[in-house]
């Protein structure tokens, strides 16, 4: 089993590009997560979704967009990339009350 | 709305020393909780998960405990290595129909040769 897996490792972007973070479980959870590390922040949820087919904001939504294509993907979108955007994305998934695993993150700097 | 507190944010103690790392909650209608490790770089790595219904997890030179009823779980860290050093994050999941994960802070730990 690969776990959670994250692509790319690394991305630097331009203020104004738009850039998808792809995320893949293949432990067969339910749920799934997106979050953000920045410093002296800790994590911070931006979306999740419980189940196939639903997708619900978490604590810092804006500028963001979410897919959950299928039980094993979900897809985290930057429309128009700011600054203030860059950060470490993590991408996570659990079974019900079980173990949440992370991915290994997302670098990603925006000029 | 639950708030996960860990205190200190940081910690340098000398390798051999049993540590005892804290982790409050201010909701104690929960699922579980959870300790994580972080490596510098790394994503986060499960250490422990507590079920509401109990009181204790082990495994090896790590042992967690959890009292629901005063908001508090600790992580207690047996002969500590240099290897462990990293930073520790504790979280909850409530009750009450949240998908959630509520996470602290967490606490760097260094420890020296």
């Known amino acids: 089993n690969a776990g959670v897996t994250q692509t790319p490792k690394f991305q630097v972007l331009k203020t104004g590009q738009s850039m998808t973070l792809q995320c893949a479980q293949d432990?067969?959870?339910?749920?799934m997560y997106w979050y953000r590390q920045d410093p002296g922040m800790g994590l911070r949820l931006i979306y999740y979704?419980?189940?196939?087919?639903?997708?619900d904001k978490g604590e810092v939504p804006n500028g963001y967009n979410v897919s959950r294509l299928n039980k094993r993907e979900f897809s985290l979108r930057l429309e128009s990339a700011a600054p203030s955007q860059t950060s470490v994305y993590f991408c996570?998934?659990?079974?019900?009350?079980?173990?949440?695993?992370f991915g290994p993150g997302t670098r990603l700097t925006v000029l | 709305k639950q708030e996960v507190t860990q205190i200190p944010a940081a910690l340098s103690v000398p390798e051999g020393e049993n540590l005892v790392l804290n982790c409050s909650f201010t909701?104690?209608?929960?699922?579980?909780l959870q300790w994580f490790r972080q490596d510098p770089g790394k994503g986060l790595t499960s250490l422990l998960l507590?079920?509401?219904?109990?009181r204790e997890q082990t495994s090896g030179r790590l042992n967690a405990s959890l009292d629901k009823s005063s908001g508090r779980s600790t992580l207690y860290i047996a002969a500590s290595q240099p290897g462990d050093s990293a930073t520790y994050l504790c979280?909850?999941?409530?009750?009450?129909?949240?998908?959630?994960?509520?996470f602290g802070k967490g606490m760097k730990l260094t420890v020296n040769p």
């Open positions: 979280a909850v999941l409530s009750q009450g129909g949240s998908e959630k994960l509520v």
């Open positions: 996570a998934s659990r079974r019900w009350s079980d173990t949440q695993y």
């Open positions: 909701d104690s209608a929960i699922y579980n």
């Open positions: 432990m067969n959870h339910n749920s």
């Open positions: 507590i079920q509401s219904s109990q």
């Open positions: 979704s419980a189940s196939e087919g639903t997708t």
